[in-house]
């Protein structure tokens, strides 16, 4: 039979062993990856932002000239990665499962396309200068071997 004293102090040790081992365990990890276009060329200061689908919590960073990008120390849960870049369509993915201790990597593709809105006003006059009534034009925005944004 322990005495008193010993089992207050088997006791003390077990609660410092416990509370070690839920301190240790920051409910936090890593999202990472590269953006890259559809090429496979690195797309450098591109926005990426990690949001949760909890919180709707985000936070934002730029990739680095190598199209690198890291989250360190994010809560646990599901998060929405999107990617942003003058020139490119949006990126976004869904349900990316973050774990303690299991960083994720995520890698973008970004599609050359829409990634800028707006208008367009004028006039359209034919080789005399005279204004053609009724006129469509069509803009659009085509990079083949240029870089684009």
């Given at each position: 039979?322990?005495?008193p004293?010993?089992?207050?102090?088997?006791?003390l040790?077990?609660?410092?062993?416990?509370?070690s081992?839920?301190?240790g365990?920051?409910g936090?990890s890593?999202?990472?990856?590269t953006?890259?276009?559809?090429?496979?060329a690195v797309v450098?200061?591109?926005?990426?932002?990690?949001?949760?689908?909890a919180?709707n919590?985000?936070?934002t960073?730029n990739t680095t000239?190598?199209?690198l990008f890291?989250?360190?120390?994010?809560?646990?849960?599901n998060?929405t990665?999107s990617?942003?870049k003058?020139g490119f369509?949006t990126?976004k993915?869904?349900g990316?499962?973050?774990e303690?201790?299991?960083p994720?990597?995520v890698d973008?593709?970004?599609?050359v396309?829409?990634g800028?809105t707006g208008s367009?006003?004028?006039?359209?006059?034919?080789?005399?200068?005279?204004?053609?009534?009724g006129?469509t034009?069509?803009?659009?925005?085509k990079c083949h071997?240029?870089?684009?944004?």
């Amino acid at each position: 039979m322990l005495k008193p004293a010993n089992l207050i102090g088997s006791l003390l040790v077990l609660l410092v062993i416990s509370v070690s081992a839920a301190l240790g365990q920051t409910g936090t990890s890593g999202i990472s990856g590269t953006v890259r276009d559809v090429n496979g060329a690195v797309v450098p200061n591109a926005t990426v932002t990690a949001k949760s689908e909890a919180t709707n919590v985000s936070q934002t960073q730029n990739t680095t000239e190598a199209g690198l990008f890291a989250f360190t120390s994010l809560p646990v849960g599901n998060y929405t990665i999107s990617v942003e870049k003058s020139g490119f369509k949006t990126f976004k993915k869904t349900g990316n499962a973050l774990e303690v201790g299991t960083p994720l990597i995520v890698d973008a593709t970004m599609e050359v396309g829409q990634g800028i809105t707006g208008s367009i006003v004028g006039t359209v006059k034919d080789a005399n200068g005279a204004v053609v009534k009724g006129a469509t034009v069509t803009v659009t925005n085509k990079c083949h071997d240029r870089k684009c944004g």
